[in-house]
């Protein structure tokens, strides 16, 4: 079965620089979420869009944004880079009207020397 | 808001003996409860869910749950444990509202001993 597939998996950066993450949903799931999870610590909720439109926000700070497509993927775009962003950056999806469980990507994990 | 707590960091366990993770949840309405499972740099996968119905859940690879609603705790277990088994588990919990994020725990250490 299609997996949620992020890209790229890994990013190295410098601080002040800019980075982008993809992410592209399982076909037909029309909500996706973007996770957090730094060193040794649990996911934490970014933001999440529903049939392309914002639906909720979390702790993401001011320097990122991130949007949903018309076919239906997501970019994270990450700006002024701290040596605090370095995560591992999950992205996920799930349908709503169907039994609303969140499938995870294998994430991005971002470097920030 | 809602929260997790997932009282140990690390849980050993000799193979082919039974399981228990632990989680609590607090959370306004009614629960959506989760267990995900992480293996090393790998993303985050799905266990099983508990929405509503049977207090007891089944998921994949022999896990089950149990809901205590009482007790607001969703432990995860399993029968009999396989060295395959040894990785990181999340519980975490959502609301019954418009708001679908998952707030995680703080993720418990299996390591199943052969």
């Known amino acids: 079965a299609a997996g949620v597939i992020q890209s790229p998996r890994h990013l190295i950066k410098e601080k002040r620089e800019t980075a982008t993450l993809k992410c592209y949903p399982i076909p037909r799931h029309d909500t996706v979420y973007w996770y957090q999870q730094g060193p040794g610590q649990d996911p934490q909720f970014l933001i999440s869009f529903y049939e392309k439109m914002q639906s909720d926000k979390g702790s993401i700070p001011d320097r990122f944004s991130a949007q949903q497509f018309s076919d239906y993927h997501s970019e994270l775009n990450m700006s002024s880079l701290e040596l605090g962003d370095s995560a591992l950056y999950f992205c996920?999806?799930?349908?709503?009207?169907?039994?609303?469980?969140?499938?995870f990507g294998p994430g991005t994990r971002l470097t920030v020397t | 808001a809602q929260s997790v707590a997932q009282p140990e960091d690390q849980v050993n366990v000799a193979e082919g003996n039974p399981l228990t993770v632990k989680c609590t949840y607090s959370v306004s309405g009614n629960p959506y409860l989760f267990w995900y499972v992480q293996y090393p740099n790998r993303g985050l996968q799905f266990l099983l869910k508990?929405?509503?119905?049977?207090?007891l859940v089944k998921g994949s690879y022999g896990f089950e749950a149990e809901f205590n609603k009482s007790q607001t705790s969703f432990h995860l277990k399993k029968p009999s444990a396989l060295v395959s088994d040894s990785a990181l588990y999340f519980c975490?919990?959502?609301?019954?509202?418009?708001?679908?994020?998952?707030?995680f725990g703080s993720g418990t250490q299996l390591t199943v001993l052969p």
């Open positions: 975490a919990v959502r609301g019954s509202g418009s708001a679908r994020q998952l707030t």
């Open positions: 508990y929405i509503t119905g049977d207090n």
């Open positions: 996920a999806s799930s349908l709503v009207s169907g039994s609303d469980e969140q499938y």
